[in-house]
Nanobody, 121 residues
């Protein structure tokens, strides 16, 4: 089963940085937008950053200026560079891609299993 696989999470201190990666575990024909979400304990899953296939980006107000999303479209891979991390950034980070498994497939969502990011002194 094709899915996205996140990596790069971990435990860091406030002010430090992490870089998350998201890659397809199998072959996906194309992915349009790729989005990073996060979910803290007891809270809903929220969008953090989004990038379209032509490179347009958007960010949640809480991370704008600190996080940068990028992608390698040819490899169906996305990245999230997180700088100046704060304790409130602690959450499970999920990668989402909206695209086609095959050229003839309908558009659908692909999800990863998530990677834990903990910011604590």
């Amino acid at each position: 089963q094709v899915q996205l696989v996140e990596s790069g999470g971990g435990l860091v201190q406030p002010g430090e940085s992490l870089r998350l990666s998201c890659a397809a575990s199998g072959s996906i024909f194309s992915i349009n937008a790729m989005v990073w979400y996060r979910q803290a304990p007891g809270k809903q899953r929220d969008s953090v950053a989004r990038i379209t296939s032509d490179g347009r980006t958007s960010y949640a107000d809480s991370v704008r200026g600190r996080f940068t999303i990028s992608r390698d479209t040819a490899k169906n891979t996305a990245y999230l560079q997180m700088n100046s991390l704060k304790p409130e950034d602690t959450a499970i980070y999920y990668c989402n891609g909206y695209g086609r498994l095959f050229s003839w497939s309908m558009l659908s969502d692909f999800w990863g299993q998530g990677t834990q990011v903990t910011v604590s002194s």
